[in-house]
Every structure is written in C-alpha cells, then in structure tokens.
C-alpha cells in the first residue's frame, strides 16, 4: 500500500483522537477515583467497618460536628500523622459528612494548642453544640470516639444517684458485692454518677436524671423513705434491684408501686452448679419493650426473686424478662437439691423484672425493678449480656430511647487459636518444605537449560 500524504494525515488524526480520548479516559477515572470510594471489609465480624453503635451514636448528632486534632505532622519515625489521623476519620465522615476536621501542628501553631486546654500533647478535640470532649490521641479508638459521642449528645440530662449510708451497693465501689465496675461504663457512656445519703440531704435534687436503689443493710429511717416517696410523687425515674432480704423499711415504696413481691428465690435445675443450689437463672427470651427489645444475649440473674405487680396502682406494667421456664421459686430453705413443693412453691416461668410506667403533670416517669443486684455486680457483670441490660435500663430511665440499642461490638476476630501439632506443621512447611521446593524448582530449570544447549 502506497503510503500517501493524504493517509499520513489521516493516520496522524486518528492517533491524536486516540490520544485525547485516552487522556480523558484516565482523567475520568482520577476523577471518579477521587470522587468515590469503594471498600470492602474481609475481616471476620467486619473489624475494620463501623459498627452499628457508632453509626447509631453520629446519628444522634443533629448539627456539625468539628473535630480538631493536635498532633505534630511528623513523628519521630517519620510516619506522617496528620495522613494516618485524615485515614481513621474518614470512615465517620462517610457517615456524617458534616463531621469537619482541622490537623493542628502545636509546634507550628502553639498559641492554639494553648488556647485548646490540651491534657495531653497530642489529642483530639471534639465539639458539638458548644460541648467539647477530648481524646488523647495515643486512646483515639472506635469504642472511646463512640463514647465520647455518646457523652456529647447526653449534654447535661446525665446525673445518677445512688442510696448510700445504708450498706447498699455502691456505683464505685471494689468489693465483689458492689457495682463499681458498672459505674465505670456508666461514666464512658457520659453519665455523672454520684451517692446520696438521704439522712443528710433535704431532698432528692430534682436536677438527678434517675435514682439508683439497692438492697439495704439497715433500716432506713421514716423521714428518709418520706424524701424518697416524695421524689416518686414528683415523678421522679428509679432503678430499684431488690435482693432476697427484707425489705428494711421499704415497704410504703412497693406499696406505691404498687409491688408483688413473693417470698423465695428463684431455682433453675437447667442451669445446676457443681456445687450448692441451683440458684442462677438464665434468660434468654425477653418483652417486646425499648429496654430488651433487641437485647440479643442470654442473661444472668444470680439469687433472684419473683418480680409481681398490682394492675390497679396507676401504672403500665411491663414485664421484662422470665426465667427458670422449668425452674421454680423455693420458698423453703434452699439445700444442695431442692425439689418442687406444689403446696407452696411458685411454678415457673418467673418473672424477674418489670418496668413501670405514667404521666405525672407534664413528664413522662419511669421505673424498673429488678429482682436482684447481683446481676449487675463485680462479680456477675461479665455474665453474658448483663452489662448491655444494665446500659440499656440506664438509657431507658433517662429517657435516652434512641441510645438503648447502643452498645459496644464484641471483637471476634482478635485471637488466633493454634494447638502443638498446627504450629509444626507450620513450621515444618515455612523453614523446610518451601525452601525444599524453590531449590528443587531451581535445579530443574538450571538442568533444562544446560541440557538443552
């Protein structure tokens, strides 16, 4: 074929096209690269996605949500913070895409870093609606930026007082019996938690977003269940967890409530220990009610008593969970095997707690009562989905639905379980059958090719 100027020309003007559209190709594609984002998490329990508490708490921010980070741009291994920082936000700005950060260097800009009230050098300052929260950056994780969150929303409806002075449980305190571990997560979650002795007091503050009741050692006097009463008519929000002792003056409150409460403890043979009674029940179905409607773990009551409640005291009564479905409640004295007496034992299954429920004026007040302390105590707060109920009851009171279903995600992929005869297989393929091979491969190839000369 003749090659003239005329098919030079064409040639050329199809290479420019091609050209053109090949540029405009990739700077479509930088574009849409740039753009969008796609991923997807391989990790097993999807360690690397947000998980739906998180998502659930940047939801409850309604507004903005500026997040200042102070960190030095470059630290000491020359790994660039600000980028890692710009990487591990990015995932609750696709989120909330109103969530804005700014990278402040403390050596660049000290004067900020000043004003900013920093408790460590290098943190993170989360502000929404004039609350602030802050992170140290060496803690910044997906569960302590979900609590932090959590904390901003609650804003001031976060007070929690306990009955102290009268060898009840305390929200801080050590012992096995106590429920200072629970007041812990009470405060991660943005809760101010604080005891209150009503001999000393004049009143409950009626600033107090709920009150916490447990079992008293001692009696309480008529001029302390007068305050608490009180505070009831006031329409006041009450976690009450009632252990299997007298009630020590307590009394005129279960009246109010309008309170059930059977003698004995609930017995569960399903769930025997191996030693002494079986006094431990399980529950694993719940009501269909905001505190344990997507409660998703079995639970563990230690010691528990059967929860009732009188229909005709003013109040909407919701019984929350049941227990020992073929259990009982003992009223006789527990032994090593108790057996069902008919004559005057309860059958099961047995309710354990309830939730109550009215109007008084303009508020809406709530109660729970749970037939034991145990279930929330040093001791027994790791027990299944103990914590998750205790957090949701908490939330609940505090009339905080949308943060009931809350809560931490359980990493599920964080331990590799390998036994003897798997870390030798291991070993024996890493350090002798692998390199057997290559140096085998190796020999085969360098024996073709000098026998193919």
Known sequence: M?????????????????????????????????????????????????????????????????????????????????????????????????????????????????????????????????????????????????????????????????????????????????????????REKGFSISSLNLAVAQEVPENAALLVLTQPQVELQASEIDKLLRYIERGGNLLWLIDTEPLRGLQPLAEKLGLVLTPGTVVDPALAPR???????????????PVVGTLQYNTLFPHARQIGADDGAGWTVTPLIDVAQRGWVEVGKLDGKPVFDKTRDFPGPVNVASAFERTVGDREQRVIVVGTGHFLSNSFLGNGGNLAL?????????????????????????????????????????????PLLFAGTGIAVWWRRRNAR
């Open 2 to 186: 003749q090659i003239t100027r005329r098919l030079r020309w064409q040639f050329l003007a199809q290479s420019s096209i091609f050209v053109l559209l090949l540029a405009l190709l990739v700077a479509l594609l930088a574009y849409f690269a740039r753009e969008y984002r796609v991923e997807h998490d391989l990790t097993r329990g999807a360690r690397n996605t947000l998980s739906a508490t998180t998502i659930g708490a940047l939801k409850q921010l309604q507004g903005p949500v500026s997040i200042k980070a102070y960190a030095v741009r470059q630290d000491s291994s020359g790994s660039n913070v600000h980028k890692i920082i710009e990487e591990r936000v990015r995932p609750y700005q696709r989120v909330k895409p109103d969530l804005q950060l700014q990278l402040i260097d403390p050596r660049e800009q000290p004067k900020l870093a000043a004003e900013a009230g920093l408790r460590t050098p290098n943190a993170l300052v989360i502000e929404y609606q004039r609350r602030i929260e802050q992170i140290p950056l060496a803690e910044f994780s997906e569960q302590s930026f979900a609590n932090a969150l959590l904390r901003l929303v609650r804003g001031a409806n976060n007070l929690v007082l306990w009955i102290d002075g009268h060898g009840e449980r305390k929200l801080d305190g050590l012992a096995n019996h106590d429920l200072g571990a629970f007041g812990h997560r009470l």
């Open 275 to 289: 030693s002494g009674p079986p006094v431990f029940a399980v529950a694993t179905n719940y009501a269909r009610h």
């Open 390 to 434: 205790g957090l949701g009851m908490l939330n609940w009171l505090a009339g905080e639905d949308a943060m009931v279903t809350i809560d931490a995600r359980p990493a599920a992929d964080t331990r590799i379980e390998i036994d003897s005869t798997q870390l030798y297989l291991i070993a024996f393929v890493v350090l002798f059958a692998l």
